[in-house]
């Protein structure tokens, strides 16, 4: 079920229109819901293993909602990483970054390293790469390619030092993407999962009989026989 097509079922009911674009970002009713875990019918965020970090996180702001889409895999979650996001968002634990010199790429964040495109801005603005070159390096590190990255290192290392970073810091820099990077997703995709979310999760929190009725029809507005 998505949000275009529960927004053009709701134009059969005379007097609601609903327009997708004048959606507020910042709605406290749909947060409200996140919050309380009741995400039954919103897309990627009502599965049961997902509610109960929901629940924990506790979002408020549209960011949360991103970095729970990059959060909620078995991968982040047994390393710890997805508790100490949700302990630094609650403010629980220092949102510090392991490697204080590269802190200011992860302010969004709580200091952790979530974003693909996190990376790909150290590397134009550390090591003067240019874009799409950051873009090949990023996706070499994340996809953890053992051909491309001691190349793409050491391009690091000798761009950095040119632009004053001492060549040892330099390497620990590459040491860090390597601990890092292959936990990290693209946030422009996460982006748009979360924002798919909010929109079944707005239209849930004001119109709840309609979306409720839409959930629970054997008939998928989609064309795929769904549940919940």
């Given at each position: 079920m998505t949000s275009d097509a529960v927004i053009r079922s709701l134009r059969d009911n005379p007097g609601i229109?609903?327009?997708?674009?004048?959606?507020?970002p910042d709605d406290p009713a749909?947060?409200?819901?996140?919050?309380?875990?009741?995400t039954a019918g919103v897309r990627r965020f009502d599965h049961d293993d997902a509610l109960v970090y929901l629940r924990r996180l506790a979002p408020d702001r549209f960011a949360h909602l991103v970095a729970f889409q990059a959060l909620n895999r078995m991968s982040t979650i047994t390393t710890g990483l997805m508790a100490r996001y949700i302990e630094r968002r609650h403010g629980r634990e220092r949102s510090v970054c392991e490697m204080p010199a590269l802190a200011r790429f992860f302010t969004g964040s709580y200091g952790l390293p979530l974003y693909r495109e996190q990376l790909q801005a150290i590397a134009r603005d550390v090591a003067g790469f240019e874009p799409d070159d950051a873009a090949t390096l990023a996706s070499a590190f994340c996809r953890f390619d053992e051909g491309s990255m001691p190349v793409l290192a050491a391009r690091f290392v000798e761009g950095a030092s040119n632009l004053g970073v001492e060549p040892r810091e330099a390497a620990?820099?590459?040491?860090?993407?390597?601990?890092?990077?292959?936990?990290?997703?693209?946030?422009?995709?996460?982006s748009v999962f979360a924002a798919e979310g909010y929109r079944l999760a707005w239209l849930k929190a004001h119109y709840r009989t309609e979306f409720e009725a839409m959930r629970l029809d054997s008939r998928n507005v989609d064309g795929v026989p769904g549940g919940p």
């Open positions: 229109i609903v327009d997708p674009a004048a959606i507020p749909t947060f409200r819901l996140f919050c309380l875990g009741e620990g820099m590459t040491a860090f993407f390597m601990r890092n990077a292959p936990f990290m997703l693209p946030e422009s995709q996460m």
